[in-house]
């Protein structure tokens, strides 16, 4: 009967919001599937006055106390590259960290378990043994939306508190979800959002053990309906000593593996002719779960009418976003994927998404 309700209750919630999304194009046939390697296009795209003067500023040291410095930056139109551009040292292979991108990957893989029925439902409680207070009441659903309730400060300075600090490189460092899940409840479950990496790590962990009691490998796993499909070998996760994915923050890839990664949402979890992860779950992540402000969706960022300015982007536009600038950004009305990595520690990032946003204005329509 739970299963029932939870598959009616995921109906409805589809019918009233995902009805409404605009659709996302198909993977044009006449273009190789980039799973050996991307189509290139970058000859026969020329770029307006505007779109080369805004690159040249974006890659310009006197740019670097306003938008910090752009290591990679690479454009996905119509299923190939049209423009990419590398700082010096970088390449097309150069392997660069995700930080907080790497979230958007642990919910791509619980989206891969609940297609294979490893995950039952996303409803599902009592996740984790020590959790046998109100925690037990967290779903895995509160896990990918950021709404557990648990206590955790996410911050990155030096100064003060930092749960995230002493999780990564501290006490917390060799099993990093266990240690998260130790922090006390301080709001009902599912109706407080808080950002935070420790509630990724609590996730990675329960998709472990899930794994584990069937029997699985989790890198196998992943490796298998993932990394292997897509053709992302200059891909690489990172896992702590307890052999659970650091998926909060550790994903190390070139700008063209996150483009794939990217590209799978932009043809609703298609592959080559294979359905990867269901459309259903990437209709979910499209539509702005309840409580996160319009904001946010299954490890992944919105931008919509309800932000203002939009950061210059198309309305439909939804992202991975890591610290220090690392993005992927995925919008369906320009057929478009953009891939931005580099190093924006010291100014606003808001300032480094709206100058994205105003290149991304220069770029032509999809076909």
């Keep these: ?24 194009n198909k993977h044009d046939p006449s273009v190789a599937w980039p799973t050996k390697e991307w189509s290139i296009n970058t000859d026969n795209f020329q770029g307006s006055s505007a779109f080369n003067n805004k690159i040249d500023e974006l890659f310009s040291d006197e740019s670097y106390s306003r938008l910090g410095k752009t290591n990679s930056l690479l454009i996905v139109q119509n299923g190939e590259i049209i423009f990419e551009k590398y700082n010096q040292g ?3 292979d150069t392997k660069l960290v995700s930080w907080s991108m790497a979230k958007s990957y642990t919910a791509a893989i619980t989206g891969l378990m609940v297609d294979k029925g490893l995950i039952s439902d996303v409803n599902e409680k009592n996740l984790l043994p020590n959790w046998t207070d109100l925690r037990k009441e967290i779903t895995i659903d509160h896990l990918l939306n950021m709404k557990p309730g648990l206590e955790f400060v996410e911050e ?16 917390g460092m060799l099993n990093q979800g266990y240690f998260a899940s130790h922090y006390p409840l301080i709001k009902l479950p599912g109706t407080f959002y808080n950002y935070s990496t420790g509630t990724t790590n609590i996730l990675s962990l329960i998709l472990k053990n899930k794994l584990s009691q069937n029997g699985i490998d989790y890198y196998d796993f992943i490796e298998k309906n993932l990394l292997i499909p897509l053709g992302l070998k200059n891909t690489t996760l990172e896992f702590d000593k307890s052999g659970t994915f650091i998926g909060g923050s550790s994903v190390y890839a070139s700008a063209r593996d996150y483009a794939k990664f990217g590209y799978l949402y932009l043809r609703d979890g298609v592959w080559d002719g294979d359905q990867i992860i269901s459309k259903d779950w990437v209709d979910m992540t499209r539509t702005p779960s309840k409580h996160t402000y319009n904001l946010y969706s299954n490890k992944f960022w919105h ?24 993005y992927i950004m995925i919008i369906p009305s320009k057929d478009l994927i953009m891939v931005r990595l580099g190093e924006t520690y010291n100014t606003s990032t808001n300032t480094l998404l709206s100058f994205l946003g105003e290149i991304v204005k220069e770029l032509p329509n999809t076909k």
């Design 1 to 24: 009967m739970n299963i029932l309700v939870s598959s009616l209750l995921v109906f409805f919630y589809l019918v009233v919001n995902v009805l409404a999304l605009p659709p996302q």
């Design 90 to 92: 970088i390449n097309k």
């Design 156 to 171: 990155y300075t030096i100064e003060g508190r930092s749960d995230t600090a002493e999780m990564l490189f501290d006490e």
């Design 303 to 326: 931008v919509n009418e309800f932000r203002e300015n939009a950061f210059n982007f198309p309305t439909d536009t939804y992202y991975c976003a890591g610290f220090g600038g690392q």
